[in-house]
């Protein structure tokens, strides 16, 4: 499922947004960490060049967010990075965010003439 994240050091976070859900705290995804916190995160960096298409898989564990500090924090990564979360009333009671903590992962590219150590967000020890 596409998923607005940003990644801060070793860890990936996103955000149970505003976007039409039937529940933001009963969804799946949180149901499925709560039972096996063990995720993939595959982050696609498409090109119409198909030779300077990339991805990254990112295996680790997931947990929702509880300390405040920490979530406020993110928020702002979150909404430097996405401009319509500005305006969104995101708070840590209403809207869980997710914290992979990032445990390995690996870089694919298309064309390796052009090699690249990561993905445009992510740091290189990611």
Not at 75 to 85: E, F, H, K, N, T
Request: net charge negative; aromatic share 8%; glycine share 4%.
């Amino acid at each position: 499922m596409p998923i607005v994240y940003a990644a801060v050091g070793d860890n990936v976070y996103f955000v149970i947004d505003d976007k039409p859900k039937a529940t933001r705290t009963g969804l799946r995804r949180l149901r499925n960490i709560a039972e096996n916190p063990q995720v993939a995160l595959l982050v696609d960096d498409y090109d119409e060049d198909w030779s300077a298409l990339a991805y990254l898989l990112v295996h680790g564990r997931a947990a929702v967010v509880d300390d405040g500090e920490e979530y406020g924090r993110i928020l702002d990564a979150l909404r430097d990075r996405y401009p319509r979360y500005r305006a969104m009333p995101l708070a840590i009671d209403t809207h869980p965010m997710v914290r992979i903590a990032c445990e390995r992962s690996h870089l694919w590219q298309a064309t390796p003439a052009q090699p690249r150590s990561t993905l445009p967000g992510f740091s290189q020890s990611s």
